[in-house]
């Protein structure tokens, strides 16, 4: 796999020097992005040792982004851009993603800091909204460890090269290879200034990952399918001296919808192979759930429903499972421009202790139950 992307690059590397083209006219960087906000209000388990305790009842939560984008086209039709996207508050990376493109008949390819093929291209159901939904949402107002994703892959925001070809009878694959998942910038850990070697092999950080995924629609008359299958693989993971050491992960993800004039249903599931595996803990987990949604006019309601399982395998021989439902509605005041709003509840059981791998409770011994109203607005611009 490493193979086949280092040649798609080279063969477009030696399709450039072969036939110099120029453009009219160069990049120029144009702006976008998006804004939204919600306001939730959670009443949960919040008695002392609950995962809710100390959480306060309700709150204002945003996420916005800054999109730098331009692109310009040769006179040999190939199409060059970049994209730049910072983060609209404070964060640990204030530049989300980054990354230059080259796209024509072969496809498209990426280049720089995004997400791997699985997490860029991979499906979920519909009934969710740009603030909420049962699957890994923007805003949720439960106090857990973690969400109900079904749309994971195993490497993030790090440099990589992403390849998705062109659309053939509906078919489309996308491809990545990352050298190392935690290096989302060009500095080396322990250098500063100007970037010089390679990154650090990092304890416990995956490198040479490779992801995949495989999409297919069709529009037929009156109705409409889209479904999409792919995983992502740790190629190595780099061992602690000392300490327990972890093997390397692999996600598996599929999901499949259809739609029926307005209105539309569908499923999805992700399986986490090694999710967290470390010491005693041998633990893998699964998420699956489906959706469907229905729009009239400005209007569009929906429901899903997510269940996630996560078994340790090792000493413990605990688990925990995590469900979750959500009813969602959205008004499109004008384009760009949503309200939406949901009434959701989650609810976590443990067995054996448990591994605390969903809910925010360390000794795993209690179960924990949450209900959450939102409501928020989504702008794009």
């Not at 890994?136 to 992403?162: M, R």
């Not at 290879?177 to 070697?197: F, I, L, M, N």
């Not at 967290?276 to 893998?284: F, K, R, S, T, Y």
Request: aromatic share 12%.
């Amino acid at each position: 796999m490493k193979k086949v992307l280092l040649g798609t690059t080279a063969l477009l590397g030696a399709g450039l020097v072969a036939s110099p083209a120029f453009a009219a006219d160069g990049i120029k960087l144009g702006l976008g992005g998006f804004f939204k906000t919600a306001y939730m209000a959670t009443f949960d388990d919040d008695s002392e040792g609950e995962a809710g305790n100390e959480h306060n009842t309700d709150g204002f939560f945003s996420d916005a982004e800054v999109h730098f984008t331009g692109s310009t086209v040769l006179d040999n039709g190939l199409e060059i851009g970049a994209r730049i996207e910072l983060e609209g508050e404070n964060a640990n990376d204030q530049i989300d993603e980054a990354w230059v493109y080259f796209s024509g008949g072969f496809g498209e390819v990426r280049i720089g800091s995004q997400d791997d093929a699985l997490g860029k291209l991979c499906l979920l159901p519909p009934g969710g909204t740009a603030n909420f939904s049962a699957f890994s949402p923007s805003e949720w107002g439960a106090n857990t460890l973690t969400t109900n994703s079904a749309c994971s892959g195993v490497a993030g925001d790090a440099q990589k090269i992403l390849y998705i070809s062109p659309s053939f009878a509906g078919f489309q694959l996308g491809i990545s290879y990352t050298p190392t998942a935690g290096a989302e910038d060009q500095t080396p850990a322990d250098r500063g200034g100007p970037h010089t070697g390679m990154h650090v092999n990092v304890a416990d950080e995956s490198r040479h990952d490779v992801a995949a995924y495989l999409s297919y629609s069709y529009e037929g008359d009156g109705w409409g399918l889209s479904a999409g299958a792919g995983g992502a693989w740790e190629g190595h993971v780099e061992r602690t001296k000392p300490g327990p050491d972890r093997n390397e992960a692999s996600n598996y993800q599929a999901a499949l919808n259809f739609t029926f004039g307005n209105f539309a249903i569908g499923g999805a599931f992700e399986y986490y192979h090694n999710a967290l595996d470390q010491g005693p803990n041998d633990i893998d987990a699964w998420v699956a759930g489906g959706g469907i949604s229905y729009t009239i006019d400005a209007w569009t309601v929906g429901a899903q429903y997510t269940h996630g399982d996560a078994d340790d395998d090792g000493a413990s021989n605990a688990s925990d499972q995590q469900d979750r439902v959500a009813l969602t509605g959205n008004y499109a005041m004008g384009p760009g421009i949503n309200v939406d709003a949901e009434l959701a509840y989650t609810w976590t059981d443990t067995s054996n202790g448990g591994t605390g791998h969903f809910a925010d409770d360390a000794s795993g011994l209690d179960n924990y139950d949450a209900f959450e109203i939102g409501i928020g607005t989504a702008i794009t611009f």
